[in-house]
């Protein structure tokens, strides 16, 4: 399983969904403005303000689901990086130290 792949599509989904539910939101301020509820200046506030806050809360859902992926593929029993990287330097170490054994044997 390809941990960053699965978060990319993740993350490129969100920016998916921010940019229609902006494209919402301004339809809706467009049609506040011809139904005379709100100024123009008005309705790109109202526009600009809840984007900024999807765009915050963005940031921590990236934040949330980073987090419950590593916790769901620590449950799975996927190894991290860290753990994969001192695996493989205790078996380096491990064949040098027959290669060392083997020398000195045929020496």
């Keep these: 399983m390809d941990s960053s792949n699965i ?9 998916g969904t921010t940019s229609l539910v902006a494209e ?9 403005v011809k139904d005379g509820k709100l100024n123009s200046e008005q309705a790109k506030s109202f526009v600009d303000d809840l984007t900024q806050q999807i765009k915050s809360e ?3 859902l990236e ?7 590593r916790n769901l593929m620590q449950d799975m029993g996927v190894p991290r990086q860290s753990e994969l990287d001192e695996l493989r330097g205790r078996i380096d170490r491990l064949e040098r130290q027959v290669r060392d054994m083997e020398n000195k044997l045929w020496h």
């Design 24 to 32: 919402k939101l301004k339809e809706v301020g467009d049609d506040w």
């Design 63 to 69: 934040t949330q689901m980073q987090r419950q992926l």
């Design 7 to 15: 978060m990319k599509q993740l993350l490129m989904l969100g920016v």
């Design 58 to 60: 963005q940031g921590n």
